[in-house]
């Protein structure tokens, strides 16, 4: 069956993931019917939002998820997962051992198509299975779109089927982020993210030790870009978009995740009802996390000797859960049919992107492989301005979820909270790498501020994946459990729980023990950096062009990165598994915590250099730079 294009919902207005105003249908909580199975409770649930197909169905009986509080949403798309004694039974009868699983592919998938017949047609539409899954669920994709009440009819009549365990929507998703607008002064003084040891993480550059093991995080988004600052970062990743409307390329799955722009025409994806420009949603979001430092250009990313694993599964109509969730178990080291296996398996998960919805069963389950195989999972809280617990992939179990903070300290006004959010970290006015397009890569690479949570998370991802490159012997467990229980920076937080607090670098280290002997980060990056004068048309200028009579940084102390002994590189063989359940109460009690400080006078904003352990700051937020003034830094 030819494949049918996937909607995008809502990115019209844009209200969700992009920033705005919430629909008032968008604010209430999710409905009476859709309640949560408890995930405390089951590490694979068969849908946390699953409901029985009738009221008086026993339990056991086969359940459908209600399809979400996104209202006008249209679905084409679905995930069928059949029941083990299914799967059993198939294995049997085909009694081939050669085939994957044991399974024969087409065996359940022609069981279904009766059932997908007589449902379809009652909707006047076709339909039939169109991918089956690595864990021999099915992939069911209908002719036409199909309006909230079909989609749950639909859905019920195929759970009715005795081989099916669960149905839940393929939702479409998007990349979490607010706004942007271009960089016109490529200067690491810019990253009040990373410099101020208050507000922002206090990572004045990061520990060029190498004392540890090289560290992937995959980044799962709109792909990559040959970004001059990127392209040392990098290690193989994949397209996992199997759209080829949506991924741009013709193709479906690739192994090439270069971002093609995710620009699309009005109604291009059929839900649509205003054009889009493309965001470079990715190459920003992999730019704060190992944009490369001490390289006389631009920026420095949180942990700029990371590798990145750019993982392709969001484009012109976003992104379907059942790519995502493949993307998430292929990250980790899983196998995927039809896939080649990973041969650099992530231990860090960056995830920028999802919904207004309770945590699909396809997500929970590959992260609860990510976690087995001791990779920690990052996502972005989401930029609804509600209760985190009502976005996805972030209120599923085990994951990082990381709200937005400002500049002042506060919780970003879209950014969601609540109990579900771990930590904060900065999101808003966040530089990082850009390309001047708004179509199709063109190479004329540059610098763009960006907010939202999509901002956040990958400094979480960041530090996190810091203390793999600076510590020998880090345990995946207790760097997992710093997200939780480390101390943290006070959030001016207005909403009851913004989590933790502001994430810093420094309490994660000390938590993790990754500071010397005298409790103090080592750092061999560069105590000043100086400009001889201010770029002002950076903005239309490719990296190629700007050279050393344009921003001219004189760098004192540190190592050059092409000097460095090369580490050996982390894998997933045999790693340790983490285990969510497990994260202790032991919070780090050596420094107050003060998570939620109502007083903005905590915030120490009154432009002073602030001191925090070894290492001083002069925020560039707080007392901003003149023009032809030396910007210090440590």
Known sequence: MKPFRAGLALLATGSLIFGGNLPAALAQAPHEDATQTDQAEATTPASPFSVPTSAGSPQGAPRSAAPGSLPQQKFDQFIVTYTDDAKQRAEERSGDAEVAGGVTPGDLDSGIQQTIDSSAASLE??????????????IVQTSKKLDKQQAQEFMDRLASNPNVASVEPDYVNYPAVESTFVFNDPLYSKQWNLTNPTVGIGNTGNARLYRGLKTTVAVIDTGYTRHPELIHSLVPGYDFISNPVSGRDGNGRDADPTDEGDQAPFNLCGDMQNAQISTWHGTHVAGIIAARGQNRQGIAGVSDLAAIQPIRVLGRCGGQTSDIADAIMWAAGGHINGVPDNKHPAQIINLSLGGVRACPNAYQKAINFALSKGAIVVAAAGNAGIDASQFAPANCKGVIAVGNSTKNGTRASDSNYGKTVTVSAPGTDILSLGIDSINRPNGKYNYVYR????????????????QFVNGANVSRQKVYSSAFNAAANPIKCDKGYCG????????????????????????????????????TSAHRTALSDIDAQDTSVEVQGGQAPDSAEEPATMTNDNAEAINPDA?????????????????????????????????????????????????LVS
């Open 125 to 138: 539409t076709s339909g039939g299975v169109v991918r089956t899954t690595t864990s021999n669920d099915a």
């Open 451 to 466: 907010s939202g949570t999509s901002m956040a998370a990958p400094h979480v991802s960041g530090i996190l994946a810091q």
């Open 500 to 535: 933790r607090g502001i994430i810093s670098s420094r309490k994660i280290a000390q938590y993790v023990g990754n500071l010397d002997a005298q409790g103090k980060m080592s750092f061999s990056r560069p105590r000043t950096i100086y400009t001889s004068r201010v770029i």
């Open 583 to 631: 994260v202790s109460a032991d919070a780090d009690s050596s420094e107050e915590s003060g998570t939620q400080s109502q007083d903005a006078n905590d915030l120490s904003d009154d432009g002073d250099s602030q001191q925090d352990g070894d290492y001083t700051v002069t925020s560039p937020v707080q007392k901003p730079r003149e023009a032809g003034e030396l910007t």
